[in-house]
Every structure is written in structure tokens, then in C-alpha cells.
């Protein structure tokens, strides 16, 4: 099956233009091998929430496992999709799902409705998400407008920008639950195309948990963390990357296969 990219503008300036690169406007390479890992029945359950969401014309980017397996290649079967929309559609998503046949997970798995909607059929899960979990942040006008967009088994889809994506990422961090994992594979996969200066300005007065982020980063990849911007090195005061180490880092961390630095290129990352 052709999986095919769209043309669409990559990270605006603050005129809302996209921004130029070596005179050419810059797109995320978008990877979609990974999308053959997902089972028919699978996706036919995906694809009616789309549709779902498309008939009640409700706009709606991809996110979660989805959204980084398509900017970095790799695929973790989580059994989900999450769809992003703008808060003021919540009622209407839901009345969509509900027609289509999806019920409220909250009845077998308690969550917290301020900001997010979690529906299930045939035992997947389909979130529907309009702000972070923290409050900190609601999906706006310029998630959309600077969201790539795909094609995906015949599904035209946006996609949560990418530093919108690692935005909401780096909050994540609970007891039981950290998602700087994909953080780092994100960062290890695309980490020079990013629009460092965007997140930056997304993130006020919340940098220093992106220095955090960048100054483990370094510890576990030295070689790759050399290959980000300078200045984004010298306006955060990155310690500078060790390439000569004693020890591999990112086995410290976890035995299993979270991280692509350490896995075959045709291996999904595990759950």
C-alpha cells in the first residue's frame, strides 16, 4: 500500500510563514513503513473513529504512538490513537464516537474528563484530547496551522506538529508513567529539524525542563546531541556532550527496547 506526503508548511516564523532552510521551505520527512504493523482489524476500527470525526466535521490531528511513529519510523503497539481537537468540539466528538458505535471508558477505567475523552470498541481505544493533562495548555489555532499532513491508508490526516508533540511530552512524568522516552527518540530521530526556537517560545517560563531533557540527552547520546543547533547549546548553557564514555548510558536506564540508538532499524520499540 503507497502511503503518500503531502506538501504542507513547516515551521512558521513569526509572521506565520514558514520558515526557509538553505533557501528551501522545510518539511519533517514523514516515515510510514511502520503502518504495516497495524492488523486490518485494527485499522478498520481506527479508520470508522475517522470517519466518525470527519462526517461531524470536527477537525483533528494524530497523536501519541501514532505521531511518533511517524516521525521517527518506529512503531510500539500500544493498542490506541489519540486525536487532538480544539476544546470548544469535545461535546461534538463525543456524540460522534457515541453514534459510531465507541462507549465511554471510564466506566472500566476511571480517568479524569477535564481534558481528555478516552471511548473504546473492540477492544482498542480511541482518545479524544483537547488540552494537556497538567492544564497547562490547550490545543490551539497554531497546532493547525503548522501540522503536517499524510496520507495514511488511504486516510488524509494531520499530525501534530513536532514540537507541539514534544511540548506535551516533556510534562509527563509520574510515578508510574515517564514519557521522556519518547522525548528521546523524537530528539534522536529529527532532533536537528526542529523548530528549537518555536518550542522555546511554547515553553516560557518552562525551559529548564527542556534543559533537563537536552542535558540527559547528551549524557546518553554524546555523538548525536553534537549534531543540535549551537545556539540552542549556548542559550539553555548545555554541559558539552562527552563522546568518551566507560559505559553505555542507555543500558542504566532500561534493559528493554525503548530507545532506537540501540535497536535494528526493522524493530518496533517496546511498550
Not at 59 to 88: C, P, S, V
Request: proline share 5%; with cysteine.
Amino acid at each position: 500500500m503507497v502511503n503518500r506526503i503531502k506538501k504542507t508548511p513547516g515551521p512558521l516564523s513569526r509572521n506565520g510563514k514558514s520558515k526557509l532552510r538553505n533557501g528551501r521551505e522545510f518539511r519533517p520527512r514523514l516515515q510510514f513503513a511502520w503502518v504495516n504493523a497495524v492488523t486490518d482489524e485494527q485499522w478498520a476500527t481506527y479508520r470508522d473513529a475517522i470517519q466518525a470525526l470527519r462526517a461531524a466535521r470536527i477537525r483533528f490531528l494524530l497523536g501519541g504512538g501514532f505521531a511518533l511513529a511517524t516521525y521517527i519510523g518506529r512503531w510500539r503497539n500500544t493498542k490506541d490513537i489519540d486525536f487532538y481537537i480544539m476544546h470548544e468540539d469535545r461535546d461534538k466528538a463525543v456524540a460522534a464516537l457515541t453514534k459510531a458505535g465507541f462507549g465511554d471508558l471510564f466506566s472500566q477505567m476511571p480517568y479524569d474528563r477535564k481534558w481528555i475523552y478516552r471511548s473504546t470498541r473492540d477492544g482498542l481505544i480511541v482518545d479524544i484530547i483537547w488540552a494537556m493533562a497538567n492544564q497547562r495548555a490547550q490545543a490551539d489555532e497554531f497546532w493547525f496551522q503548522r501540522a503536517p499532513a499524510a496520507t495514511v491508508r488511504g486516510e488524509a490526516l494531520a499530525v501534530v506538529p513536532m514540537e507541539e508533540f514534544l511540548w506535551c511530552k516533556l510534562y509527563i512524568m509520574q510515578r508510574d508513567h515517564c514519557d521522556w522516552t519518547d522525548v528521546f527518540n523524537l530528539i534522536y530521530a529529527v532532533g536537528p529539524q526542529l523548530n528549537w526556537a518555536h518550542l522555546l517560545k511554547r515553553l516560557e517560563e518552562d525551559w529548564p525542563l527542556l534543559k533537563g531533557v537536552l542535558t540527559v540527552y547528551g549524557w546518553l547520546c554524546p555523538r548525536q546531541a553534537r549534531k543540535l543547533p549551537r545556539s540552542l547549546s549556548r542559550k539553555l548553557r548545555l554541559p558539552e556532550p562527552q563522546v568518551r564514555k566507560k559505559r553505555n548510558h542507555i543500558r542504566l536506564l532500561d534493559t528493554r527496547g525503548w530507545f532506537a540508538a540501540i535497536l535494528p532499524k526493522d524493530k518496533p520499540l517496546e511498550v
